[in-house]
């Protein structure tokens, strides 16, 4: 383009950004929360148990305190969508995090099995983080001094080439983060091929693990649901069985918040952490597990229910998609994911203009999850993905922020131009 014709774009955007930003608006995109309307999908959990019933199948007063492992019957709704066999998955608190917080302090106060000793005595701890990824995995490392080291993402997953020859290498490579199914932010679920590598590869910490947060394990958009490798049975068969923690949890299926989480892995693994659970609750709240096994009934239930939330969160991410390829589509600044399911969807602008976009909105009225929170300690290197989250806001209002990120994109892309 000419040095006149960016100058013009550029003008025009700039002008296109004034009149959005005189709208005076006040529009959130920030975090990955249901809509009200999906949160409705739910209100029978309000009236249920119902009165004068609180047994399980095995007929356990849930009233009272025990049942460390939670509802076995509700672990078999979920043992299908997180592929870990029922016995062997844990039905546990709230929230998912919770429990991958806590075993990352239980590997570093403890070791994990097969390891040599606790974590915390090694000259360092590291992390596998594939680039986009999760906050709130990178500020538990953050949190506990553990080094994070980024693995850019691929169409189907972590770089295995680059994965592999660092976990071969280095010892003190204790840890890795996956979200593999619909991934937070791209969408993206992992390749048959990533998910074998994983299993199979050979790591220099004999008590190295993949921390596996099947988050968005059910949680399609489409009528062809992605199906993923069933990650522990690789493991094992490639003679790796307690390489997986698995988790998940009904946050996005049911109540955000007050749902059940799971935990799920080989037998010594489980017993593991059944242990320090043992230490530190004489039991989970299985009223609300009961709730939750009468509210969804069996997996074919908790398949219907979540077609029921596609209904609704399928269409924003259609108007996203439809919105920036009107707004931007031919202009060279942004690329965008497609996802067929889970919450986000990743835009990458020009390098260098990512928080200046995120700025650009916010003074417009356009809150957005801020630049970098993609990347460890917050910093993006390239300063140029941006984490949309379009669930929450309600379909007019969701059009709206996303013309006027798209506005901001072409302000900032062009600014860069001149
Ligand atoms: N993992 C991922 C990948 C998520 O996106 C989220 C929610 N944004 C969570 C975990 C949080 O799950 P929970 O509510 O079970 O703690």
Redesign the pocket.
């Known amino acids: 383009m000419t040095s006149q014709t960016v100058a013009e774009l550029h003008e025009q955007a700039r002008q296109d950004y004034e009149a959005f930003k005189a709208r005076g608006l006040k529009l959130d995109l920030t975090?990955?929360k249901p809509a009200p309307a999906q949160l409705d999908l739910s209100n029978g959990l309000l009236t249920l148990p119902g009165e004068g019933v609180y047994k399980s199948a095995d007929g356990t007063d849930l009233r009272n305190y025990g049942g460390l492992t939670g509802l076995r019957e509700l672990s078999e709704i979920f043992a299908e969508g997180l592929q870990v066999p029922a016995e062997r998955l844990l039905a546990l608190g709230?929230?998912?995090?919770?429990i991958?917080h806590d075993t990352v302090v239980h590997a570093l106060l403890n070791g994990v099995p097969g390891g040599t000793g606790r974590w915390l005595d090694g000259e360092r701890v590291a992390f596998l983080c594939p680039v986009p990824g999760?906050d709130?995995?990178f500020a538990i490392c953050e949190r506990f001094g553990i080094e994070m080291i980024q693995v850019p993402m691929t169409g189907e997953g972590p770089d295995m080439d680059v994965v592999e020859r660092l976990v071969a290498e280095d010892a003190t490579i204790k840890g890795m983060w996956c979200?593999p199914k619909y991934?937070?932010p791209t969408g993206i679920s992992y390749s048959d091929d990533v998910v074998r590598r994983l299993a199979r590869m050979r790591t220099a910490a004999p008590d190295f693990r993949i921390f596996w947060?099947n988050?968005?394990a059910v949680h399609h958009l489409t009528d062809k649901p992605a199906e993923i490798l069933d990650v522990l049975a690789e493991a094992e068969a490639a003679g790796n069985p307690d390489r997986v923690f698995v988790?998940?949890?009904t946050?996005?299926v049911t109540f955000?918040?007050a749902?059940v989480?799971f935990f799920g892995s080989s037998e010594a693994n489980v017993k593991w952490m059944t242990g320090f659970l043992s230490k530190s609750t004489i039991g989970p709240d299985k009223i609300n597990q009961l709730r939750h096994v009468q509210f969804l009934k069996d997996a074919e239930g908790l398949a219907a229910h979540m077609r029921k939330h596609a209904e609704i969160v399928r269409p924003k991410f259609d108007a996203v998609d439809r919105i920036l390829t009107r707004e931007l589509g031919g202009t060279g600044l942004a690329e965008w994911t497609k996802p067929e399911g889970g919450?986000?969807i990743s835009l990458d602008v020009p390098e260098g203009c990512a928080k200046r976009v995120v700025q650009l909105a916010k003074e417009a009225g356009v809150a957005l999850t801020p630049a970098g929170a993609t990347h460890p300690h917050g910093v993006d290197p390239a300063d140029r993905t941006i984490r949309i989250a379009p669930t929450f806001p309600v379909p007019a209002e969701l059009d709206v922020a996303i013309e006027g990120l798209a506005t901001c994109v072409r302000l900032a892309g062009y600014e860069k131009q001149l």
Do not use: P, Q
């Open positions: 975090r990955g709230n929230a998912s995090l919770t991958m999760y709130r995995h979200v991934s937070n947060d988050a968005y988790y998940g949890s946050s996005k955000a918040g749902g989480a919450y986000f």
